[in-house]
């Protein structure tokens, strides 16, 4: 049976343990900032990221991998005659996974190389990397480890909090008249991702529609608190308060990891400065 790899791109929130474990291959993606383009994870840390995008006067621009840098990483892949599984950012974040068909096709090795469109981004797009990578390891087929993944998207759920539109606004997400009205109010909102679809669950004024918002993340914990393994936590620049989430969520349950690390700057870069996430997992990893 051929070997199988893993290979996923940089919005992903895996920690440097993880992608060590696994050997799993994170392809990169662009980004500029004031004229200045940097690579994701390599000449640019996520917190650096985030201090750049804050002094910034343009939101900052990101592109994904070229097709051609999808073409070496997977001629390096295949060259053994390994089979390779590539989950990537969800289709309406990104062109990403569009690059990555293209260029299994160039090189004629679209027959081993299985493409996943996670629907997502973040930590649920690294709980179908690592479930990929652990059915890898254990000497399933290509075909039983998609299967997996595609199971694996039904239980999965992103709940985001914006807490300033601008970059949103900025980046055309909203439309002129709505931004200026959103802005005003002091509007936030809750964006979920159904089916790969960003769409607007909830939306409310200031400081108490961020608290409704992490009550109901602990009503979900303490209702599920049994079933679940992991909760994560990405945000763009509020780690102190991420933290004091954190705790809340280890006083219902100590059993449950909680990981908190900062966002990518793709999704840093149209969620905007107060940001967060959380994702919920009932698989161990």
Do not use: C, W
Not at 107 to 133: C, N, P
Request: net charge negative; hydrophobic share 40%.
């Amino acid at each position: 049976m051929a070997k199988i790899k893993v290979v996923t791109d940089s919005s992903v929130q895996l920690t440097p343990e993880e992608i060590d474990k696994y050997n799993i291959t994170v392809v990169p993606l662009t980004i500029t900032i004031d004229g200045q383009t940097y690579t994701d994870g390599v000449n640019i840390s996520r917190e650096e990221f985030v201090k750049k995008m804050d002094e910034s006067k343009e939101l900052p621009k990101t592109s994904q991998p070229s097709i051609g840098v999808f073409e070496k990483v997977f001629r390096e892949l295949t060259e053994d005659g390994s089979q390779v599984v590539g989950i990537f950012l969800a289709r309406s974040l990104s062109g990403t996974i569009e690059a990555a068909r293209q260029a299994a096709d160039l090189i004629g090795k679209s027959d081993q190389i299985g493409l996943v469109d996670s629907e997502l981004t973040d930590r649920a797009e690294a709980y179908q990397v690592l479930a990929a990578a652990k059915d890898a390891q254990e000497g399933k087929s290509l075909e039983k480890i998609l299967a997996h993944i595609e199971k694996l998207k039904q239980n999965q759920k992103l709940r985001m909090i914006v807490v300033n539109l601008d970059n949103l606004i900025k980046g055309g997400r909203l439309g002129p008249v709505a931004g200026k009205i959103a802005t005003l109010l002091n509007i936030r909102i809750e964006l979920h991702m159904p089916d790969g679809n960003l769409d607007v669950a909830k939306k409310g004024r200031g400081k108490k529609f961020s608290k409704n918002f992490d009550k109901r993340i602990l009503k979900y914990v303490e209702e599920h608190k049994h079933e679940l393994k992991e909760v994560s936590i990405s945000y763009v620049d509020t780690l102190e308060d991420m933290q004091a989430l954190g705790e809340k969520i280890k006083e219902i349950n100590p059993d449950i990891k909680v990981l908190i690390r900062v966002t990518s700057p793709i999704i840093a870069t149209h969620a905007g400065s107060g940001a967060y996430a959380v994702f919920y997992t009932t698989e161990d990893y």
